[in-house]
């Protein structure tokens, strides 16, 4: 098995241009999570699907950040406009069951630096 | 808010000592806890849970104990070997619902 796979591992951009971050869960795993890296707050829990449905985006910080899920192999995380502030490491984990975290399998994370 | 509590130490031990590594959780409605280890530049990892049903789990050089009364979680490694440098995270789950909360991470170091 491939695992979770995430693109592009890192990413250096401009404030103001948008960023697109990919996620390629393990297949048969009904639920996604995107969650968000640094020092100063830890790992918190963006956005989560379960079967493609976005069922909590609560944690998605502002309107700058949007999550798609188009189909069961496929999300991604949209920022735009990107600030410095974004500058994170962000990860997609997928886990084979319904509304119940269990164990969470995740990818290697995408860098991304905002200047 | 609640959270999972877990100082942000760094724990240096010497190759084939065993370690352990804590963690305080604040909530008693949690049901479910979870150890995960995250080398550098990659995801985390899980390692083994345990239900608050239980007090302790083992798994391969790896136990978890819960102490409900004082809401502490430990991870002991035995053996420690170069490949458990990384940090590690514990979490909680909330009512076996799909919230994990991290807690901040502790560095382990092991010294040859």
């Known amino acids: 098995d491939a695992g979770v796979i995430q693109s592009p591992r890192h990413e250096v951009t401009e404030m103001g241009q948008e960023v697109t971050l990919r996620c390629k869960p393990i297949s048969g795993h009904n639920s996604l999570f995107w969650y968000r890296q640094t020092m100063m707050r830890g790992l918190e829990l963006l956005i989560y699907f379960n079967n493609n449905v976005p069922i909590d985006d609560s944690g998605m910080p502002e309107d700058r950040f949007s999550a798609k899920m188009p189909n069961a192999s496929f999300s991604t995380l949209k920022i735009q406009p990107s600030e410095p502030r974004d500058s994170a490491v962000y990860f997609c984990?997928?886990?084979?069951?319904?509304?119940?975290?269990?164990?969470?399998?995740f990818g290697e994370g995408s860098r991304l630096t905002v200047l | 808010g609640e959270s999972v509590g877990l100082h942000l130490p760094t724990l240096s031990v010497q190759e084939g000592d065993n370690s352990i590594i804590n963690c305080a959780y604040s909530n008693s409605a949690s049901d479910y806890f979870i150890w995960y280890k995250q080398e550098s530049g990659k995801g985390p990892q899980f390692i083994i849970d345990i239900r608050s049903n239980m007090d302790k789990r083992q798994g391969q050089r790896v136990t978890v104990l819960l102490n409900k009364t004082v809401k502490h979680l430990s991870l002991q490694i035995a053996a420690t070997q170069p490949g458990d440098s990384a940090v590690y995270f514990c979490a909680e789950n909330i009512r076996s619902s799909y919230k994990l909360i991290f807690g901040s991470g502790t560095r382990l170091l092991v010294r040859p």
């Open positions: 984990a997928s886990s084979r069951y319904d509304g119940y975290a269990g164990e969470l399998f």
